[in-house]
C-alpha cells in the first residue's frame, strides 16, 4: 500500500512541474506582449510627438517669417510716416512762405496802385491846369490874330503881311518887330512851354544857299524874341530851306508866301498818358 502510494506522488510531480512552467512562460509571453505593446505604444507615441514637432517647428518658421515680413513692413511705414511728415513739414514751411510772398506782393501791389492812383490824380491835375493855361493863351493870342484849336494844338493865322522876308534877305521889317513884342508880351505871362522857330525859303536858288538862308531868318527871330525877354533856353532854331513850302508854285505871290518864319510852341505840362510826350502845340503861321 505504501509503496503504491509513493509511485502515485512521484507520477503526480512532474505534472504539477509542467504546469508550473505553462504558468511561466503564460506569463513570459503575457509579458513579452505587454512589453511590446508598450513598445509598439511608444514608438507610435513618438512617431506622434515628432509629427507634432515637426508641426510646431513650421509654424514656428512660418511665424519668424511672418514676424520678419511684418518687421520689415514696420519699418516701411515708419520711414513712410517719417518721409511724410518731412515732406507735410515742408509742405507746410513752402506754404508758409508762398503765403508770406504773396501776402508782400499783395501790399506791393496795394502800394503800386496807390501810387498810381496818385500819380493820375496828379497827371490830371497837371493837364487841367496846362489845358486852361493853353485856354487862355489861346483867347491871349487870339487878341493878336485869328487862333483857333487843332489837333496838334493852336493855330495863329498871321496872314500874309507878316514874317515875310524881301527876296534874300533875313531883316525884319518893323511891323514884324511890332508883332513880336505882343507875342513875346503874352508869352511871358505864361510857363512851362517851349518856342521852335523855324525859317523857310522860296525855290529860287540852290539847296545849300536856301537852307542857310533859312537859317539866318530863323535866328534873326530868335533874337529878337530873347531880345523881347523869351528865356534863351526855350527857343530853338531849325532852317528847312526850300523843302517845305507853304504853298506850291513859282510865281511872285507864292514865292513871297513862303519867304517867312513860322513860330511853334509846345506845352510841356500837357502830357497824354505817356512821360516825355508834350502836346498843345501852338503854330504861328501866315
Known amino acids: 500500500m505504501t509503496s503504491l502510494s509513493l509511485s502515485e506522488d512521484t507520477r503526480e510531480r512532474p505534472r504539477g512541474g509542467r504546469k508550473g512552467i505553462a504558468v511561466v512562460a503564460f506569463l513570459l509571453i503575457v509579458l513579452l506582449a505587454g ?27 512660418q511665424a519668424t517669417v511672418a514676424s520678419q515680413q511684418a518687421l520689415e513692413r514696420a519699418t516701411a511705414a515708419e520711414a513712410a510716416a517719417r518721409a511724410a511728415a518731412e515732406g507735410r513739414q515742408l509742405a507746410e514751411a513752402q506754404t508758409s512762405q508762398a503765403q508770406a510772398e504773396a501776402d508782400a506782393a499783395r ?110 531868318r530863323a535866328q534873326a527871330v530868335r533874337d529878337y524874341l530873347a531880345k523881347a525877354g523869351l528865356a534863351p533856353g526855350i527857343l530853338s532854331v531849325t532852317g528847312h530851306g526850300k523843302k517845305r513850302p507853304l504853298v506850291p508854285g513859282t510865281s511872285e505871290k507864292a514865292r513871297a508866301k513862303n519867304r517867312r518864319v513860322e513860330l511853334g510852341i509846345v506845352n510841356t505840362r500837357i502830357l497824354y498818358g505817356r512821360p516825355g510826350v508834350t502836346s498843345g502845340e501852338t503854330r504861328f503861321q501866315p
Open 35 to 61: 512589453v511590446g505593446f508598450l513598445g509598439y505604444e511608444g514608438w507610435r507615441r513618438s512617431v506622434a510627438i515628432e509629427a507634432q514637432l515637426a508641426a510646431l517647428t513650421e509654424r514656428m518658421d
Open 107 to 216: 501790399k506791393q501791389a496795394v502800394s503800386a496802385l496807390e501810387t498810381a492812383a496818385g500819380a493820375q490824380a496828379e497827371a490830371d491835375r497837371i493837364r487841367k491846369q496846362a489845358e486852361a493855361e493853353l485856354n487862355r493863351l489861346q483867347e491871349a493870342l487870339g487878341q493878336v490874330a485869328e487862333t483857333r484849336r487843332t489837333a496838334l494844338g493852336l493855330v495863329m493865322n498871321l496872314g500874309s503881311d507878316y514874317l515875310k522876308f524881301d527876296f534874300d534877305k533875313a531883316d525884319l521889317r518893323p511891323e514884324d518887330k511890332e508883332l513880336l513884342s505882343r507875342i513875346a508880351g503874352i508869352l511871358l505871362t505864361s510857363s512851362d512851354y517851349t518856342v521852335s522857330v523855324n525859317g523857310h525859303t522860296d525855290d529860287v536858288g540852290t539847296d545849300e544857299y536856301n537852307q542857310k538862308l533859312s537859317e539866318r
